[in-house]
Structures are given as C-alpha cells and as structure tokens.
C-alpha cells in the first residue's frame, strides 16, 4: 500500500492510498452504538470503470466469544473511508487472537456433540429395548363365559 499526501493552495490535505490486490489495512469502524473499533482486512479486487472506483475485501473480526466472522466489504470512492496500513506485526496480534476465539468455538461445539451423541445413543437403546424398562404389571380379572 502506498500513500501519498498532497497539499494544495487552500491548505487542504488529501492522502491517498494506492492499493493493490493482496495488500492488507486497518481501518476504524465506527458502529451506530458503542465503541469504535479497529479492523483489519486483505484488499481482494479493485473496481474502476474510469470515473468511479472501489475494492472489494475481506474483513475478520471477533463476532462473539467463541466465533469469527469473515465478511466480506464493498467500498465505492465516494465512502467517507480511513484506510491505514497494517504492519505484519499488527496482522500476526490480530490473527493470533482469532485463532483462539475459533480454537474455543471448535472446542464447545465438539462437547456439544458429545454431549448430543451420548442423548442419541441413549435415545436409541430405549427404542430397541436394549435397556429394560420396569412397567408396572395389571391383571386383568378372569371372565367366565356361561353356557
């Protein structure tokens, strides 16, 4: 990613990012409640059709405390965007970190299984009668049939 400023006479800033396919960034995302937060995505495509332009990209962030979403991003060059590039090292804390949400997730979802399984199984010895229920035992009185 490269990123050029420019100044003009009316001292306005502009930066620009020059991205290519592959180059990684962070950026603010900024939610309708609570807290901004930091993201981090990979540029997948870039879109031009000679006067509007955008890319395409994959953002991973935690969705909860055993998930990860991957989403994938649409920005047009009219978005109001603040794109930074992430260092390898940035990407490598970030990473780490999602791995073990998804390392936590894989963990509850295996001991949900089990847990499911072991039902099932039982489940299915009640149906075969391979496990002996106790009924009670009613008689039925005796009829006598008169001729």
Do not use: C, W
């Amino acid at each position: 990613m490269e990123i050029r400023t420019l100044v003009d006479t009316s001292a306005t800033v502009t930066r620009i990012a020059k991205l290519r396919e592959g180059d990684t960034y962070k950026r603010i995302f900024k939610p309708s409640y609570g807290e901004p937060e930091l993201r981090f995505g990979i540029v997948t495509s870039l879109l031009s059709n000679g006067s509007d332009g955008g890319f395409t990209a994959l953002e991973y962030t935690t969705a909860s405390y055993n998930a990860v979403k991957i989403e994938g991003k649409i920005f047009q060059s009219t978005d109001d965007l603040a794109v930074f590039p992430a260092t390898p090292e940035e990407l490598i804390e970030h990473f780490d970190e999602l791995e073990k949400v998804a390392a936590r997730g894989v963990r509850e979802a295996r001991e949900a299984l089990q847990k499911a399984e072991a039902l099932q199984f039982r489940v299915h010895n009640v149906v075969r009668g391979q496990l002996k229920l106790s009924a009670p035992v009613v008689q039925s009185p005796a009829l006598e049939v008169s001729e």
